[in-house]
């Protein structure tokens, strides 16, 4: 009789418990998280459900599956969005299903933050007290910015397009102005002759 009776417990609660499982099922639910706005993808958004303590981190194009139940509400957290929710729909007929969550922009207020040089007033008042403006970095600077160094470096640096240019349409308009004749021969030019006397006496030779 007893164990007539430890059988028919038994037997009673594998039905019940075959029917709470055939009750409960599982859905496959996946989708892509994009922005309200520009619907462009939010890479990496979590997704947490609520009724399960589980979630998952969408991948670079947004996209996220995991397994949820009926009822279950999932909540979606990007930063620079408002968190969301979605409420797995009860009614469905089929153990997949696919969505678009769409999410809006949030509006983030940060704290004014003021960047200093110095760790503190007193280090400033100390750095300030200790300035020298005329030291050594300021002097090589007014050296370098110099008229005989600058004229150094121009002599040194390579001309640019426009120069080349203008210099070859120099050369060709020489080769035009002496053509079938003997090219022109400063030797012989009285004009630069005059010149370079000129130039000498007043000591512009020395100079340069």
Not at 93 to 109: A, E, G, L
Not at 132 to 140: G, T
């Amino acid at each position: 009789m007893r164990v007539l009776f430890l059988s028919s417990i038994l037997l009673l609660t594998s039905a019940l418990f075959g029917q709470e499982k055939d009750s409960v099922r599982l859905i496959q639910l996946s989708g892509v998280v994009v922005s309200s706005d520009s619907l462009e993808q939010l890479p990496f958004t979590t997704v947490y459900d609520r009724g399960s303590k589980r979630g998952t981190v969408a991948d670079y194009y947004g996209f996220f599956s995991m397994v949820v139940f009926p009822g279950d509400t999932l909540m979606f957290s990007y930063y620079g969005y408002k968190t969301s929710s979605f409420i797995v729909p009860d009614t469905l007929t089929d153990n997949r299903y696919s969505i678009i969550h769409m999410m809006h922009q949030d509006t983030i207020n940060l704290p004014t933050v003021t960047v200093y040089p110095w760790p503190s007033r007193e280090d400033f008042a100390r750095a300030f007290l200790e300035m020298k403006p005329y030291d050594d970095a300021l002097r090589r600077a007014q050296k370098q910015l110099s008229g005989e160094s600058l004229a150094f470096v121009a002599a040194r640096m390579s001309s640019d397009a426009s120069l080349s240019a203008g210099w070859e349409q120099n050369q060709q308009n020489t080769r035009l102005y002496t053509m079938g004749q003997s090219p022109v021969n400063n030797l012989l030019n009285p004009y630069s002759w005059a010149s370079f006397i000129r130039s000498w006496k007043n000591g512009e030779l020395g100079r340069q």
